[in-house]
């Protein structure tokens, strides 16, 4: 467990899992009662609190199995966030449509509006997680965190302003006012500024673990690579026509409803 590949082989697999089982639910929500995303949030709080617990307990944990726990932890604490999210439990207070010809500073308000309140949770998870980091001798659930958080401001922003390639496939039901918010054209100054930064963090935590001197430096920095590629390959995505969807659509069922052109979204 401490060569740097099974830390990278982690963290891929948990992503992947993680994020097809959220998907998973919410899906399933999709297709229930008017009750089932509610419902659906609050049986996924044990998620929650074992995430602040493993995150908690990993911070005194100066070892590469306190860099495993710490690396969970956040992603459990993220998932459950992401799930509230994507149930339409924690949006914003604006569920519209994005009215048609609208531009420049109020379309970008509008756009906030639609999302402020996952913004929001997201940034006081943050805070918590530097708070209980202050001091801690593994700051591995905070670097995640970290990597987790600005990789999304990116990746929204690159939506917003505009992309080549948007998959719509997996936007759920709650959340389908969204897409008349994201913009198909070309890559704006948002994509390089993004691709500048990742690529940067990227770099740097492979330095990082070529000098690691101890097997806790090794998985923690495996670990955060393989965080910051998954990032950047999401990104690259918004531009090279690769059929990512297929990552987890045989998992997922069908939709109630589907249109031909999200079929085709990905190389559906």
């Not at 998907?23 to 399933?28: N, Y």
């Not at 401001?153 to 997996?170: M, Q």
Request: charge should be positive; charged fraction near 15%.
């Amino acid at each position: 467990m401490t060569s740097p590949w099974l830390a990278i082989l982690y963290a891929l697999f948990v992503w992947w899992f993680s994020t097809g089982t959220i998907m998973l639910v919410v899906r399933w929500a999709d297709r229930g009662d008017g009750a089932a995303h509610r419902r659906a949030v609050l049986l996924a709080l044990p998620m929650l609190a074992l995430g602040v617990l493993a995150t908690g307990v990993s911070l005194w944990m100066p070892t590469f199995l306190g860099a495993y726990l710490g690396f969970t932890g956040a992603l459990a604490i993220w998932g459950w966030i992401e799930m509230a999210f994507l149930a339409g439990i924690v949006t914003g207070p604006l569920r519209d449509d994005c009215p048609p010809g609208l531009n420049g500073l109020a379309r970008f308000q509008r756009g906030w509006s639609t999302v402020a309140h996952h913004e929001l949770l997201l940034t006081v998870g943050l805070l918590g997680l530097v708070l209980a980091s202050t001091g801690a001798e593994n700051k591995v659930a905070l670097m995640a965190y970290l990597i987790l958080y600005f990789a999304r401001i990116f990746a929204k922003l690159n939506l917003f302003f505009g992309v080549p390639r948007i998959n719509t496939e997996f936007v759920p039901a709650r959340l389908q006012h969204l897409k008349s918010y994201f913009r198909r054209g070309p890559v704006t100054f948002a994509f390089p500024m993004a691709i500048t930064a990742l690529t940067t963090a990227f770099a740097a935590l492979i330095a990082r673990v070529i000098e690691a001197q101890t097997d806790e430096a090794t998985v923690a920095y495996a670990l955060l690579i393989a965080l910051a590629g998954l990032a950047l390959v999401e990104h690259w995505l918004m531009v090279v026509p690769l059929p990512d969807a297929k990552l987890w659509r045989w998992m997922l069922p069908a939709p109630k409803t589907m249109t031909q052109a999200e079929r085709q979204t990905h190389g559906l």
